[in-house]
């Protein structure tokens, strides 16, 4: 009922920029926070950034000054405008988001996952 679809990663060169979009699709009624995690190979999932309906943002140290979190809820869809990236920036980048849909007159709530985009910050 619900999708998430990522776009926007690549091969970078160390220093370089990146956007990555989000956009949600299907029967919406609210989008809660939404946010970006990423897996580097070997590694476990980790949070990068999470951006609340309101527009409250978190963002993991090792990305705080580098990365911005935004959303346009009217086209529900979220951005990670990434610079001054680092070699250990790359992994799988995956948008999470909590979403209220509706199928006929009944509301459900579920935490939704994009496929994952891969950046790699490479020279």
């Known amino acids: 009922q619900v999708q998430l679809v990522e776009s926007g990663g690549g091969l970078v060169q160390p220093g370089g920029s990146l956007r990555l979009s989000c956009a949600a699709s299907?029967?919406?009624?609210?989008?809660?926070?939404m946010g970006w995690y990423r897996q580097a190979p070997g590694k476990q999932r980790e949070l990068v950034a999470t951006i609340t309906s309101g527009g409250s943002t978190n963002y993991a140290d090792s990305v705080k000054g580098r990365f911005t979190i935004s959303r346009d809820n009217a086209k529900n869809t979220v951005y990670l405008q990434m610079g001054s990236l680092k070699p250990e920036d790359t992994a799988v980048y995956y948008c999470?988001?909590?979403?209220?849909?509706?199928?006929?007159?009944?509301?459900?709530?579920?935490?939704?996952w994009g496929q994952g985009t891969q950046v790699t910050v490479s020279s």
């Open positions: 999470n988001a909590d979403i209220t849909y509706f199928r006929g007159s009944v509301y459900y709530a579920g935490d939704y």
């Open positions: 299907g029967s919406i009624f609210r989008i809660n926070a």
